[in-house]
């Protein structure tokens, strides 16, 4: 099958379930979630993407012809009660890109990743002010779903979090299978791209059934990433996705980071100064709650404009 | 110097091996009651029920329909047996869904004062005494529940479907129906509080995992935390209808007392504790006592089988660090 | 396909759901705890607490009645079943934690855990032919000893988490000077462990408080005062569940409304043993 009739027959697919759910031939969106490689909005602009709330459905497509959403955060400040966790961050998150958070323990970077896809809504005393933009559009403006957002902008978490009582290929698609898609060879589709975006395909292909707990825990956690991918989000946030695995696994996620960039904005967390070097193109340096500066990974590391960025990344402290 | 040793070594006997030696013979003695006791009362029961055993056979005391202590002196355990599988079983079935929901409000979705008002008024709730709540029972609920709903529904039998009459037995407001309906309250919270327990233990990394994917807050109920939480949810559900099962004061002021099948849906009906609490004080045949006694060791077997249960699907299907274990 | 707005109303309709399963099995459960309440005030008086109940024809002839007899029986009994339950429970739960290598330990915890889970009626059954029997009459001290086998695989329970939430190293530091084992579970553990232990006894209490069902075939029940103190050990004693039982079950209107009166006082104990539990717990936790 090449390229073309696999785009016709999801269509087709597209069209015939649109039809059976809404008998409203004229919606303008697809089903969210549904996108593959093949998403029939691809190839338009990403400005006919901003209306992402409001009931619309609508995310674009990671496709290699469409192009991911633009973010940036401006004036973004997350407050515990009345501690502050962080304070006024504007940054830019560019497109296609890796972007590290680096700072010590305590510093805000958590926090600043938890923000960008409104986790924070789970914690009832956390509250957050300033603008996440979204193509243009503030994700914390009232006529925003965040159910929608986390669609767009995915997370993987320190620890891996395969849901224990599912097989793999249950978890790889749990995130499709929420907004109803049950067609079996959708599903295998998805599961066979995220894995093999994931690096994890060729390990596992032979026992999809089997328990998602019986993998390793470097497994589990690319397992992670595959279960993040298959809803084919814009961005992927990772909060120091490889603190608790060993060299080699972390070898093989800074690989996938590396691959995956081509098609997701990525935004990392690491404790770790050479990883940072190794995975990313901009680097955040974060210290108590602030930033103090951003710029391209090799002139940060290289040549610092500020003294407490130099003695954090030539670890004087941290 | 040598003196001040010795001293030393005289005195501290007890720190050297003595006192380590009483302790453990001590604390292993007390331990050791606590098996004697679990374990005596099962050879009591079973010995003091032999008589009866004996005379009908384990199967045929068990399958027995006929229990007349006054002419025939014939006894068995059916009619006792069937009476608190059905009120048992019913009420939990009745009330495990209201309980599980209670549950996953009070964890999930309330805020935390609300929270631990609920949790609190499920503790107190499951602090009251079974005969205060039968004395409720006696005087306020079975009233009513004669009045609102046996009579009614009595009544129009009686004039457009008198085939029913027998099945719905007679409507005195005491009876099988009233025992259930008071034995679904009382395990209410404790099936509530063992879920939410069960609940709140599932990791906050998998809700977030579920949110992240873009599941609204029933999505990640259903998809992180309940199938996590199945085992502990189970668990307590079968050890709630242990407690159905041997709760004994409401359901004998409660269900009429009546010793001989067939029992009605609104009639008198009894269990297996409230025959014993009934028939034990004013038994003199000797086979009499001996067939409670029977019906005690019967009812500590099952409570063993439902405890046992519990405890195997903890083991079994519990979820420890990420493992199915 | 499910849609968004699907799914946010099936969202919406499950917390409805849950809200009103929560209050469906709320409500019933505070109304009894309001009748309870109201009847009981209404049916408490003076003499409910000075005199003894006697024949039903004295309630029928409106003399003064009460159940003096019952609430110092109630105490006896209940501080008795206390003083054999806290020593062997609190024993016992020093083995399951502090003795995990002993080869009894497992065959404890299932023991314990068994008897935890038998109705409390069988306790009365096996008190029955553990004392009443070979003594040949009911007793106080037979209820007493009933209502220890309530009481002990709670107190073994709480005490061993009590303990088992006491650090391993504070036991390791104390062993490190060169105490013995017994002087460090005595003077370390357990001291540290005090407010988890008086939570699980008040517990334990509370509980084996409220029961009947092993009562009735022990102490039995009784309408006087006995003669002498010893009575309250040796001879059938009233006990406020118990007592509450037969009122209930009366054929008598007045005695109805004591029954209502001895419910509002075992309730009022029970809530109270309840609180003071969840009070030192939370203090325990704050500190």
Same mark, same amino acid.
Request: with cysteine; net charge positive; glycine share 8%.
């Given at each position: 099958m090449d390229y073309k009739s696999i785009k016709k027959f999801t269509m087709k697919i597209l069209n015939s379930l649109k039809t059976l759910t809404t008998g409203n031939k004229k919606l303008p969106q697809t089903a969210s979630g549904l996108a593959l490689a093949t998403h029939p909005q691809?190839?338009?602009?990403?400005?006919?993407?901003?209306?992402?709330?409001?009931?619309?459905?609508?995310?674009?497509?990671?496709?290699?012809?469409?192009?991911?959403?633009? +973010?940036?955060?401006?004036?973004?400040? !997350?407050?515990?009660? =009345?501690?502050? *966790?962080?304070? $006024?961050? #504007? %940054?830019?998150?560019?497109?296609?890109?890796?972007?590290?958070?680096?700072?010590?323990?305590?510093?805000?970077?958590?926090?600043?990743?938890?923000?960008?896809?409104?986790?924070?809504?789970?914690?009832?005393?956390?509250?957050?002010?300033?603008?996440?933009?979204?193509?243009?559009?503030?994700?914390?403006?009232?006529?925003?779903?965040?159910?929608?957002?986390?669609?767009?902008?995915?997370?993987?978490?320190?620890?891996?979090?395969?849901?224990?009582? +599912?097989?793999?290929?249950?978890?790889? !698609?749990?995130?499709? =299978?929420?907004? *109803?898609?049950? $067609?079996? #060879? %959708?599903?295998?589709?998805?599961?066979?791209?995220?894995?093999?975006?994931?690096?994890?395909?060729?390990?596992?292909?032979?026992?999809?059934?089997?328990?998602?707990?019986?993998?390793?825990?470097?497994?589990?956690?690319?397992?992670?990433?595959?279960?993040?991918?298959?809803?084919?989000?814009?961005?992927?946030?990772?909060?120091?996705?490889?603190?608790?695995?060993?060299?080699?696994?972390?070898?093989?996620i800074e690989e996938l980071i590396h691959s995956l960039k081509k098609e997701v904005t990525i935004v990392i967390i690491t404790h770790n100064m050479q990883q940072a070097a190794r995975v990313s193109d901009y680097t955040a340096f974060f210290y108590m709650g602030k930033l103090v500066e951003m710029g391209k990974t090799k002139s940060l590391f290289t040549n610092p404009r500020q003294k407490k960025t130099e003695e954090y990344i030539t670890g004087r402290f941290g | 110097m040598m003196r001040l040793q010795s001293q030393v070594k005289s005195t501290s006997i007890l720190y050297r091996w003595l006192g380590d030696r009483i302790f453990t013979v001590v604390v292993v003695l007390l331990g050791a009651s606590i098996i004697l006791i679990t374990a005596g009362m099962a050879w009591v029961l079973f010995d003091e029920g032999g008589l009866a055993l004996r005379e009908f056979g384990f199967f045929g005391f068990?399958?027995?329909?006929?229990?007349?202590?006054?002419?025939?002196?014939?006894?068995?355990?059916?009619?006792?047996?069937?009476?608190?599988?059905?009120?048992?079983?019913?009420?939990?079935?009745?009330?495990i869904f209201p309980a599980i929901a209670v549950g996953i409000f009070s964890a999930e979705y309330a805020p935390k004062w609300l929270s631990s008002l609920i949790d609190n008024l499920v503790q107190l709730i499951a602090a009251v005494p079974s005969v205060v709540i039968g004395i409720w029972g006696i005087f306020v609920l079975a009233p009513w529940m004669r009045e609102t709903v046996y009579m009614p529904i009595y009544l129009w039998a009686e004039t457009s479907a008198p085939g029913l009459i027998p099945i719905l037995g007679h409507p005195i407001g005491y009876g099988m129906t009233t025992a259930t309906i008071v034995l679904s309250l009382?395990?209410?919270?404790?099936?509530?509080?063992?879920?939410?327990?069960a609940i709140e233990s599932v990791p906050k990394e998998q809700r977030e995992a579920s949110r992240a994917l873009g599941a609204t807050r029933w999505e990640v109920i259903r998809m992180a935390v309940l199938p996590y939480a199945r085992s502990g949810i189970l668990a307590g559900t079968v050890l709630s209808l242990g407690r159905a099962i041997g709760e004994t004061m409401a359901v004998a002021m409660l269900i009429g007392n009546k010793n001989t099948l067939p029992f009605s849906i609104f009639g008198a009906g009894a269990t297996m504790p409230s025959v014993i609490v009934n028939e034990f004080r004013e038994a003199v045949e000797s086979l009499h006592l001996s067939s409670l006694m029977a019906i005690g060791f019967v009812l500590f077997i099952i409570a063993l089988i439902v405890n046992l249960l519990a405890a195997w699907i903890i083991r079994k299907y519990s979820i420890s660090g990420g493992k199915v274990v | 396909?499910?849609?968004?707005?699907?799914?946010?109303?099936?969202?919406?309709?499950?917390?409805?759901?849950?809200?009103?399963?929560?209050?469906?099995?709320?409500?019933?459960?505070?109304?009894?705890?309001?009748?309870?309440?109201?009847?009981?005030?209404?049916?408490?008086?003076?003499?409910?607490?000075?005199?003894?109940?006697?024949?039903?024809?004295?309630?029928?002839?409106?003399?003064?009645?009460g159940l003096v007899h019952t609430i110092i029986g109630t105490v006896v009994v209940d501080f008795l079943a206390l003083a054999i339950a806290v020593p062997v429970g609190i024993g016992a739960g020093i083995m399951l934690s502090e003795y995990p290598e002993h080869m009894l330990n497992p065959t404890l915890r299932v023991m314990n855990d068994t008897l935890n889970g038998m109705p409390a009626i069988l306790k009365g059954l096996f008190a029955f032919v553990l004392i009443v029997k070979p003594m040949g009459t009911f007793s106080g001290i037979s209820g007493a000893v009933?209502?220890?086998?309530?009481?002990?695989?709670?107190?073994?329970?709480?005490?061993?988490?009590?303990?088992?939430?006491?650090?391993?190293?504070?036991?390791?530091?104390?062993?490190?000077?060169?105490?013995?084992?017994?002087?460090?579970?005595?003077?370390?553990?357990?001291?540290?462990?005090?407010?988890?232990?008086?939570?699980?006894?008040?517990?334990?209490?509370?509980?084996?408080?409220?029961?009947?069902?092993?009562?009735?075939?022990?102490?039995?029940?009784?309408?006087?005062?006995?003669?002498?103190?010893?009575?309250?050990?040796?001879?059938?004693?009233?006990?406020?569940?118990?007592?509450?039982?037969?009122?209930?079950?009366?054929?008598?209107?007045?005695?109805?409304?004591?029954?209502?009166?001895?419910?509002?006082?075992?309730?009022?104990?029970?809530?109270?043993?309840?609180?003071?539990?969840?009070?030192?717990?939370?203090?325990?936790?704050?500190?």
């Open positions: 691809s190839g338009t602009d990403a400005a006919s993407h901003i209306e992402i709330g409001a009931g619309s459905n609508a995310h674009s497509s990671v496709g290699s012809a469409a192009k991911p959403a633009r +973010m940036e955060t401006r004036g973004l400040t !997350v407050m515990y009660g =009345k501690a502050t *966790g962080v304070h $006024n961050i #504007s %940054i830019p998150i560019h497109t296609r890109k890796v972007t590290a958070l680096i700072g010590p323990s305590g510093c805000g970077k958590t926090t600043f990743l938890r923000a960008l896809n409104r986790m924070h809504d789970l914690t009832r005393i956390a509250r957050v002010t300033g603008e996440v933009l979204l193509d243009g559009k503030n994700i914390y403006d009232s006529d925003i779903n965040p159910v929608l957002i986390r669609r767009r902008i995915g997370m993987v978490f320190q620890k891996p979090t395969p849901f224990p009582t +599912m097989s793999i290929f249950d978890n790889v !698609v749990a995130g499709l =299978k929420l907004v *109803g898609i049950r $067609n079996r #060879s %959708i599903l295998n589709e998805a599961c066979e791209k995220a894995l093999r975006q994931a690096a994890l395909f060729d390990e596992v292909k032979d026992r999809l059934g089997d328990a998602a707990v019986s993998l390793s825990g470097g497994q589990q956690q690319r397992l992670s990433i595959a279960r993040a991918l298959a809803v084919e989000p814009e961005v992927l946030l990772m909060d120091e996705p490889t603190s608790s695995l060993d060299p080699q696994a972390t070898n093989r | 068990l399958s027995g329909t006929t229990w007349d202590p006054a002419v025939q002196l014939q006894f068995g355990a059916w009619p006792f047996l069937f009476g608190t599988l059905v009120t048992s079983g019913l009420a939990l079935l009745i009330s009382m395990i209410v919270p404790y099936t509530a509080a063992l879920s939410k327990d | 396909m499910k849609n968004l707005r699907y799914r946010q109303y099936r969202d919406r309709l499950m917390e409805m759901l849950l809200v009103a399963a929560t209050i469906i099995v709320l409500v019933p459960l505070l109304i009894i705890i309001v009748h309870v309440v109201v009847n009981g005030f209404s049916a408490l008086n003076w003499e409910f607490f000075t005199e003894e109940l006697g024949s039903p024809s004295r309630a029928l002839q409106e003399r003064p009645t009933a209502l220890a086998f309530v009481m002990l695989p709670i107190i073994a329970r709480t005490t061993e988490s009590a303990l088992l939430s006491i650090p391993w190293t504070i036991r390791e530091a104390g062993l490190a000077i060169g105490l013995p084992r017994w002087r460090v579970v005595l003077s370390t553990v357990i001291p540290a462990a005090k407010t988890g232990l008086v939570t699980g006894i008040l517990i334990a209490f509370a509980r084996a408080a409220g029961e009947a069902a092993p009562l009735l075939f022990t102490s039995f029940g009784n309408n006087y005062l006995p003669n002498h103190w010893s009575g309250f050990i040796l001879e059938p004693v009233d006990t406020l569940p118990q007592r509450l039982y037969s009122l209930a079950i009366s054929p008598y209107a007045e005695w109805h409304a004591m029954g209502w009166a001895a419910a509002i006082l075992l309730l009022g104990f029970v809530i109270l043993c309840f609180t003071a539990a969840r009070l030192a717990t939370r203090k325990r936790f704050k500190t």
